[in-house]
């Protein structure tokens, strides 16, 4: 049994969970925890979980609404992270007391029950991975913070179950913000973050007749809304878009089975 749900997604923080168990034991990962260590636990207390039950960290990058509090995290709950010796050197190269274990591009990683398949993206980060989770039967792919799909990002997303998926913003949207132009550079760059219609082209280029969860994730708050979204999906998926589900930031998403 393969399973997973966002316990946020934006901004100000991302974190998400993937749970697999075989009737006699589970294990989880806790991808990302981009909140203060009270502000993840009352999440994971919403999420029916006590920290305790969290396995191990997998930490994608340095920036700090997906890396967090996964140092303070680590230390309080005796938490496994596994992260990129680049991530780990971008974000201080702390002293995580023997819990840190590093990860690399196609090299998979046993975490009980789950196996993750980490993998590199193009983004403004040291060394940003993104993964591919199975239990041996189901699959589930995490794709966020990036400036554009590579053929190497596509070709590990191949035979999808579930799919978690940046729609960071409108292109229109942002050209007429508040941002400064060096940040509307960087955001809407090939090393920022995905258009909607960018992801759309991944969603059209990743969904087949099995998939059974597409989730949009990391919105933007000023320049996305959930309506144009569904309308950039509507294009993809015809009538299965009103299926497809976002991640908001406040409250992530119920627990999805994959």
């Known amino acids: 049994m393969l399973r997973f749900r966002s316990l946020g997604s934006g901004s100000a923080g991302n974190a998400t969970l993937i749970e697999a168990g075989n009737g006699i034991s589970t294990s989880r990962v806790l991808v990302d925890c981009g909140f203060g260590v009270r502000h993840l636990e009352a999440r994971l207390e919403r999420a029916g979980l006590v920290p305790t039950d969290i396995t191990a960290l997998f930490i994608t990058h340095e920036h700090g609404d997906h890396i967090g509090c996964a140092h303070a995290f680590s230390r309080r709950h005796g938490t496994a992270v596994w992260m990129s010796e680049g991530t780990w050197m971008a974000s201080g190269a702390r002293d995580y007391e023997g819990r840190l274990n590093f990860a690399r591009d196609g090299e998979a990683i046993e975490v009980g029950e789950l196996m993750l398949q980490p993998f590199t993206v193009p983004h403004d980060a040291r060394e940003p991975l993104q993964l591919r989770c199975t239990d041996g039967a189901r699959h589930l792919g995490v794709l966020t913070d990036l400036g554009h799909a590579t053929p190497h990002v596509i070709a590990q997303l191949g035979g999808l179950h579930a799919l978690l998926l940046e729609f960071n913003h409108d292109v229109d949207m942002l050209a007429v913000s508040s941002y400064p132009p060096f940040l509307k550079q ?21 969904c087949h007749s099995h998939m059974r969860h597409l989730v949009a994730a990391h919105l933007s708050e000023q320049n996305n809304k959930p309506e144009i979204v569904r309308q950039a999906m509507a294009q993809v998926l015809g009538a299965n878009a009103d299926e497809m589900l976002t991640a908001n930031a406040a409250e992530g998403t119920p627990w999805l089975d994959v």
């Open 186 to 206: 960087r955001v809407g760059g090939k090393w920022g973050h995905l258009s909607n219609d960018a992801a759309s082209g991944i969603a059209q280029a990743l």
